[in-house]
């Protein structure tokens, strides 16, 4: 994937998607602002989410025991993945044994981190999506864009086209009457998936949350696939983010409730999924439980960063995002997209790696709307410009200084401002520059302050968004000395 900049100019060009994003995010957050305005004690919740979540973190290896303990003891076998490659074995060798070609799937948003579709297609293994939006997307060899609506880019007409031209190729073809109705969408969808779930001996989901003290694994959804993955399959292999473990049912009960109002809009999930290790007679009769790192650890270590790790997958950062609204999703060319994609890629990833990640913490304009938007409090705009400095100081050679421009610039600015007199100069050589100006400027309204819409060399850059103001004719130091202060003379 290319850097942000360039890969969102691309989707800023992109009319089509820029409509179905503001549309679709906009009715995420008016129906998320009328739950959360239920709530009297909503801040209240933040906080004590915010608060069990670092708590948690700050124990996380004696959590993780525990919950290795308790699903044990209930009959699950629980596997450490460090990275991507060791989780997507583990998945590959519960097939290979069982000797399937075919697994259906739970959304999971740790699974498309570590590419396990790709990982089992290598081993002649087919994934079969079964969330609606997963399942568009997958149909149409796409990427998701949206952590809540992996197809919050596609429209009704779009999503019809991609059923009628791909379905027939996966499995039971699309009706031939097929309209762009959505329950008529969402019927296609279910025959076409209803064959899956009838014949698949083995699930892989993800998971919401790991309670330590039971061993009891929660996955919330709207549509019922999951229900039925984590039910009808002889087998189930759950891949487990390191940080999705809370201690207690206690706890887990705020976060079912700052979930749902934050992410759907909804004042509680249509399905809400919890089992715990195997239970004879009912549901899978072999479970396994991989419990992932995959850079988590890398996060944990940044005393800043570390709050991300927090986050629930709500996507209501995305949802208020000034950026992603116009962007979209694949623009941050990572399965985490918007401002949480933006700090936990690089958290995960470590920065100065390569030119993509190292390009998401300036993917933003620091607004803070996602800030007030998220449940569990994840100052995403403080982690933002931690990052920026990281990235900085990644490409300093040997510690050094950045051959950079805007380094050099601010390091001439420092300079200036060290020294008074310097300070002078340069502001009696920026009133001869602002008259100058004035001659190539214009007023932003009438009697307003002068701007250059255009200016040549590097600076083409920054007015090519944006108007540059123009140096003022009279400095600050010279309006004060002129006026005495502002008092023209006259006594305060």
């Known amino acids: 994937m290319p850097a942000f900049p360039d890969a969102a100019r691309t989707a800023l060009s992109n009319t089509q998607l820029r409509a179905n994003l503001a549309n679709a995010t906009g009715v995420i957050r008016a129906k998320r602002a009328a739950v959360v305005a239920e709530v009297e004690n909503w801040e209240e919740l933040r906080?004590?989410?915010?608060?069990?979540?670092?708590?948690?973190?700050?124990?996380?290896?004696?959590?993780?025991?525990?919950?290795e303990a308790a699903l044990a003891a209930r009959g699950a076998v629980v596997h450490w993945a460090r990275d991507a490659h060791e989780a997507c074995a583990v998945v590959?060798?519960?097939?290979?044994?069982?000797?399937?070609?075919?697994?259906?799937?739970?959304?999971?948003?740790?699974?498309?981190?570590i590419g396990l579709n790709d990982a089992l297609a290598e081993e002649g293994i087919a994934a079969w999506e079964t969330d609606l939006a997963e399942l568009i997307v997958q149909l149409d060899d796409d990427m998701p864009s949206h952590i809540l609506v992996p197809a919050i880019h596609r429209s009704r007409a779009e999503i019809k086209a991609i059923f009628q031209r791909t379905m027939a190729d996966a499995g039971r073809p699309a009706p031939d009457d097929l309209t762009d109705e959505p329950s008529r969408l969402a019927e296609a969808a279910r025959?076409?998936?209803?064959?899956?779930?009838?014949?698949?001996?083995?699930a892989v989901s993800g998971a919401n949350f790991a309670v330590a003290e039971t061993g009891t694994l929660v996955v919330v959804e709207s549509e019922g696939n999951g229900r039925m993955c984590l039910t009808l399959p002889d087998v189930l292999v759950s891949i487990v983010g390191i940080e999705k473990v809370v201690p207690t049912y206690a706890d887990l009960d705020v976060f079912l409730q700052l979930l749902?109002?934050?992410?759907?809009g909804e004042r509680m999930?249509?399905?809400?999924?919890?089992?715990?290790?195997?239970?004879?007679?009912?549901?899978?009769?072999?479970?396994?439980?991989?419990?992932?790192?995959?850079?988590?650890?890398?996060?944990?270590?940044?005393?800043?960063?570390?709050?991300?790790?927090?986050?629930?997958r709500c996507s209501a950062c995305l949802n208020v995002c000034p950026i992603y609204e116009r962007t979209g999703g694949h623009a941050y060319g990572s399965v985490y997209p918007?401002?949480?994609?933006?700090?936990?890629?690089?958290?995960?990833?470590?920065?100065?790696?390569?030119?993509?990640t190292d390009s998401l913490p300036y993917a933003s304009t620091l607004c803070g709307a996602c800030f007030e938007a998220c449940p569990v409090r994840i100052d995403i705009p403080t982690v933002l410009v931690d990052l920026r400095a990281q990235v900085v100081d990644a490409h300093?050679?040997?510690?050094?200084?950045?051959?950079?421009?805007?380094?050099?610039?601010?390091?001439?600015?420092?300079?200036?401002?060290?020294?008074a007199p310097r300070l002078r100069a340069i502001q009696r050589l920026s009133r001869t520059i602002g008259r100058a100006a004035q001659l190539l400027g214009r007023h932003i309204a009438p009697g307003g302050r002068w701007v250059l819409t255009?200016?040549?060399?590097?600076?083409?850059?920054?007015?090519?968004?944006?108007?540059?103001?123009?140096?003022?004719?009279?400095?600050?130091?010279?309006?004060?000395?002129?006026?005495?202060?502002?008092?023209?003379?006259?006594?305060?």
Request: proline share 8%; hydrophobic share 40%.
């Open 47 to 67: 906080l004590v989410g915010a608060a069990v979540k670092d708590a948690t973190l700050g124990a996380l290896d004696e959590h993780l025991l525990t919950l």
């Open 92 to 113: 590959a060798s519960v097939a290979n044994k069982h000797g399937l070609d075919e697994v259906v799937k739970v959304k999971s948003m740790a699974t498309q981190e």
């Open 191 to 202: 025959l076409h998936l209803r064959e899956k779930f009838m014949r698949a001996r083995m």
């Open 260 to 264: 749902a109002r934050s992410s759907t």
């Open 269 to 312: 999930n249509p399905y809400t999924s919890m089992w715990t290790g195997v239970t004879p007679g009912d549901g899978p009769q072999e479970v396994h439980v991989v419990l992932l790192d995959n850079g988590r650890t890398r996060a944990l270590a940044d005393e800043v960063g570390r709050q991300a790790l927090r986050c629930i």
């Open 338 to 356: 918007g401002p949480i994609g933006a700090i936990l890629n690089p958290l995960l990833k470590g920065v100065g790696i390569d030119e993509q």
């Open 396 to 419: 300093r050679p040997n510690g050094g200084a950045i051959r950079k421009l805007e380094p050099a610039a601010m390091k001439g600015a420092g300079w200036v401002l060290a020294s």
């Open 454 to 492: 255009r200016i040549p060399g590097p600076g083409a850059k920054w007015t090519s968004a944006r108007d540059m103001p123009t140096p003022p004719i009279e400095p600050f130091r010279a309006w004060w000395q002129r006026t005495d202060g502002g008092r023209d003379g006259r006594p305060w």
